[in-house]
């Protein structure tokens, strides 16, 4: 877990490479800057984090969704504990989010905690156009 500074990322230190970064750790869009820029190892590192976070916050909306389903019927305190356990699901995940966008805004290439050693695993994604060896 090293803070590569944005030097190190050629091009991509400057305000065009970031945006495209920062906006790779919101949801569904984390796969498009995954697919769409394989070449510029800036915006791949932020867009595999946001692959990984997409993953997270699919899995956390389908644990409270059988939460709602299970203990929501349960009359008040059903719901409060559904209440309860969306919030501490959906909190830290809102926190990477932030925490994410800032970093690649900043021009930072640190791995997010809890989740940056899973985008490592991800697979290079095919440039279009490029032959695969």
């Known amino acids: ?8 990322s050629g091009m991509e230190s400057n305000k065009t490479g970031r945006w495209p970064a920062a906006i790779s750790y919101l949801f569904v869009i984390s ?3 995954y697919f769409l820029f394989p070449s510029r190892p800036y915006i791949r590192f932020h867009a595999r984090q946001g692959v ?5 916050e699919i899995c ?7 939460l709602d389903h299970t203990l929501g019927r349960i009359p008040f305190l059903g719901i409060l504990i559904s209440i309860a356990i969306r919030m501490i699901l959906s909190l830290p995940l809102l926190a ?9 805004m900043s021009g930072e290439k640190t791995p997010l905690p809890w989740i940056g050693h899973w985008a490592d695993q991800l697979p290079e994604p095919h440039g279009r156009g490029e032959k695969v060896t």
């Not at 990984?52 to 997270?56: A, G």
């Open 1 to 8: 877990m090293q803070d590569l500074p944005a030097s190190d």
């Open 52 to 56: 990984v976070l997409c993953i997270v």
């Open 96 to 104: 990477l989010l932030i925490l994410g966008f800032t970093r690649a």
């Open 60 to 66: 956390a909306l389908f644990i409270s969704w059988i």
């Open 31 to 33: 796969l498009i800057q």
